[in-house]
């Protein structure tokens, strides 16, 4: 509406303006605009002159009709809408004034369609007035169609036919158009989108923020929910993620003074311009950093203002302020047990030169944090207990880790550095890598190289540790610590292991390594011929680790580099059962190989083509370890699959319970071996892939089970032991197996 006059205008003055409407009294003087009606009717309104108001409007109303003006009309009926309360009734009276106002049967059409006397005459008005403005070439936007053009309009089937992105040539009534569509400018994001494309996907790639404050402006403030469900729904390029997308664009906001963005944790609170433009470190930034909530947010602004202000520059209340928060920060992480947040507040506070924070007393728990006799939090302290750094280690990036690894003296106090080398072991790689090198050099290294040592005794050595010790093979102190075919052999073991996650990508780099020629060489030149020769069996005879072509790479290259290993594998070779014998093995192994299938159909493959997927957003594929990594993961579930299916295809499934046991040792028999010390031991010799030491069950195939087929009682046996040696047995018994190794066997 246009400004009202500078100088107040009475009432009567109001009223004879009105006069210039009759065309009968009037001929020469010239008519003004329209909103200076309105806004004069909106005087009288206000002055609760009713009477005068009436009068000037049925003048105005009149004019509009003789003068054709069916849009004037319509903002004038609005007017006279809000006046009367929205009453349902005038709707009628609306729709036979514009009616009487035109000729034109596209309008009669559309004023035909809104509803009148149906529903509030205000709604329909604004409805009639969208309808109005979707014109042939008019742009729009559908919720389920999105863009869209119209192509044209039909006042006899009283309906719109639109080319929308998702859907060409489609008609919509009138009645349903005027709901659901949106009438869309040039500088919507939607026609910046669709006029240059490329250019619109660019933007989204580079300058998220951009494409943000273009959101902000097309639909209005809205929370970070509302900006997700708008922007995903065919606004972004399908190859951003919405993730990736907002954190760059956020982290671009951030430097815009006049956004306001909400904590993260609160994606239903508005994104919004602000009136006052601070700089980081002045009075309104310190205003607004006092009413922070979110530790992200906390953290953040902490790290802008180092950058920006020196910490020595800060005066007290400043530093009050900041204290205050970060106390805040300890707390909320100590009562949500997050570790991750609690390491990143206190190295904020200590950056900041705070040694110690008071925190609410419920929070301080000897789990939480390292306390001092004033009952403040101590810092550096807190840090000096390893399982709190342990558990937000695998949180922590790798700037994050060298930072952390500043606040812990492993280097000056003895107390510290064996406190972390005795949980070695537990730590992840990222950990490992940065504390390692200090502590096997430091006062505890005796203490760390026990802990390794005392490892590698168990039967399931730390991932993370044993990597760190392959990759670290050409340095002297660490080779010290285990001969290199302990290390090699027990990585060779690892690889057969079903891992998931984290320790699925340690086996894949360790079983990297391997392919490695350099670092193979550099560990079998470490070995005697006889940890050679039993390294290059381990390798022949692994399944599964390497793709063929790089598995058939390394054993060429052991026996080209070291050429006697072939003929002492070969010396101990061990004479298998005959292959083309039926292959049978318990219905249980089947079930258990067919849910590794299934697990690996299901669950592994679909999760790889995710991973390769977003592998492939990270660049050049040729230097992409991401892409490389997950492309041999995925040669590795292939090659598994593959194997899977041909094992189970080529063999039976039973459950031993028809199996005739005479005088011989036979499959499904249940054997005594009587030792020469006097003590016996039974085995049960079930199909090839069965086996469970507990049960004394053995697969058809050892060693032991081959060296027991075809003897009879009271035979003497020569079998192998566990230190690999052989030692003399007799056979003093042969019985069927037993009801709970049937039971094993059928899977009960």
Known sequence: MSQTHSVPLSTEEIERSFLSLDRSQNHETPIPPLEEFLDKLLILNECDDMTRRDQCYMVLQQYLVDERDFMGLVKLLKMRANWLGDLIEYGEECRDILISSTKNRMLIAKAESVSFGAEPPFGCLKRLELLCDLVPGAICSDKTWGYGVVKSEDDFYKRLVVDFERKSNHAMAFSYAAKALTLLDEKHILSIRNADINAFNEMCKKQPADVVLLALSSYGPMSVSRLESELVNGVLPEKIKWKDFWTQARQQLKKNKRIKLPPVSRKNELIEFSEVVSQIGDAQWFADFKKFTDVDDIIASLSELQQSVKTADLNDEQREIIADRLSFSLKASATKRNEKDKVRTIMAALAYGFEKLPVALRTRQSDEFQMLDDENVDLK??????????????????????????????????????????VISDMPYNLIDKFAPILIKGSSSKEFVEKIRTEFTQINVSFPLLLWLCRNQNDESVRAILPSAVVTTQALLSLEFEVMGEKLRIQHQIARLFRDETWLKTQADNMTDVERSTLYERICSAEGVWQPSHKRAIEKFMLKTYPQVVSQTRDDAVVQPNENANRITSWRSINERREKLRILVEDDMPR???????????????????????????GMLLQRKSELESQLAAIKGTDFSSVSVVDRVVLGSSVTLMFEDNHSETYNILGEWDSDIALGIISVRSKLATALLGHVVGDKVIIPSEDESEVEVSVSSIQPLPRKILDWASGR
């Open 608 to 634: 790889l083509s995710g991973n390769l997927e977003a592998a492939r957003e990270y660049g050049d594929l040729r230097e992409n370890f991401e892409y490389q990594t997950a492309k041999e993961e995925q």
């Open 381 to 422: 302290g807190t840090f000096w207990k390893p399982e709190i750094v342990l558990a937000a280690a695998t949180k922590l990036s790798a700037n994050q880790i060298n930072e952390l690894i500043e606040y812990i003296p492993l280097a000056t106090e003895k107390e510290v550095a064996q406190a972390y080398a005795t």
